[in-house]
DNA sequence: ACACTGACCACTG
DNA sequence: CCAGTGGCCAGTG
């Protein structure tokens, strides 16, 4: 049995509008727990298995492609990201905070 | 049941 | 900026 953190985060991971992204710890928190930031990443490599999940739009806290190497092939993740207009650099988004979308805060 | 790991985060020094 | 520590929950051997 899954817990529905699963289903919630997957949610949430849907509903980051394009051009946008978050944080594994901005779900967690928006889901009431900030340690379980760890379980955000380890349902996104559940969910990097449904299409219906953007999980390209889920960084670190610091905009930085923690993830990309669950992504097929090298440099997949960031092609996504800036076929979004998003900008990358060293595996990061260029003006993180500008582009940031928080689910507790715009999503209400 | 125990130990270790993980796409993390915050605090401290 | 880097290293260490604690927290959080679930899976695996």
Redesign the pocket.
């Known amino acids: 049995m ?2 529905n ?1 699963f289903e919630d985060v997957y949610e949430v991971v849907k509903l980051i509008p394009p051009g946008r992204w978050t ?4 779900i ?1 928190q928006y889901l009431g ?10 349902a ?2 559940n ?2 298995a449904l299409p219906e999940v953007p ?2 739009r ?1 960084l ?3 905009g930085q492609l ?2 990309k ?3 097929g092939t090298s440099g997949q993740m960031q092609a996504l990201l800036e076929i979004e207009g998003l900008q990358i650099q060293e595996d990061r988004v260029v003006d993180a905070q500008m582009y940031y979308w928080d689910p507790g805060r715009e999503l209400i």
């Open positions: 899954k817990p953190f944080s594994y710890g901005a967690a727990t900030r340690g379980s930031a760890r379980m955000v990443g380890w996104m490599n969910a990097h999980a390209h889920v670190n806290r610091h923690t993830g190497h669950h992504f």
